[in-house]
């Protein structure tokens, strides 16, 4: 059985959010047009779309209207070299919510939220 996740945040400056996940965070863009971009590894796929394209009877605008992005949902990025991250993270001057740190299970990792709100555990493979 072959199964594929996909995960879409609706953000407010597409070009600004492919620019985060490219080039701080590292993902390859696989794809993209003016109003989304994606990114692919195995069997996960990261859309990001603006939040522009949402039609004014969208749901997102009835019902998850607020200014807390994705309150609950963490984003983990697995990667190669965390302390390249991070540093490229610092270099861009964007704000690290908890700093490194080496969990329970061995692996070490740090949060940030996105340029949009939404919040990512940055954690080395």
């Given at each position: 059985?072959?199964?594929l996740?996909?995960?879409?945040?609706?953000?407010?400056?597409?070009?600004?959010?492919?620019?985060?996940?490219?080039?701080?965070?590292?993902?390859?863009?696989?794809?993209?047009?003016?109003?989304?971009?994606?990114?692919?590894?195995?069997?996960?796929?990261?859309?990001?779309?603006?939040?522009?394209?949402?039609?004014?009877?969208?749901?997102?605008?009835?019902?998850?209207?607020?200014?807390?992005?994705?309150?609950?949902?963490?984003?983990?990025?697995?990667?190669?070299k965390?302390?390249?991250?991070?540093?490229?993270c610092?270099?861009?001057?964007?704000?690290?919510?908890?700093?490194?740190?080496?969990?329970?299970?061995?692996?070490?990792?740090?949060?940030?939220?996105?340029?949009?709100?939404?919040?990512?555990?940055?954690?080395?493979?």
């Open positions: 059985m072959s199964v996740f996909r995960v879409e945040l609706y953000v407010d400056e597409i070009e600004q959010s492919i620019q985060f996940y490219e080039n701080i965070i590292g993902l390859e863009l696989s794809g993209r047009n003016d109003r989304c971009g994606r990114f692919n590894y195995d069997c996960f796929s990261l859309l990001l779309t603006a939040k522009s394209s949402l039609e004014d009877d969208h749901y997102f605008n009835k019902k998850a209207n607020s200014n807390i992005k994705g309150n609950g949902f963490e984003l983990i990025i697995v990667v190669n965390l302390e390249d991250v991070y540093q490229r610092l270099d861009a001057s964007y704000l690290i919510e908890v700093d490194t740190e080496t969990y329970p299970w061995g692996m070490r990792g740090f949060k940030i939220a996105d340029p949009d709100g939404y919040f990512l555990r940055i954690t080395s493979k």
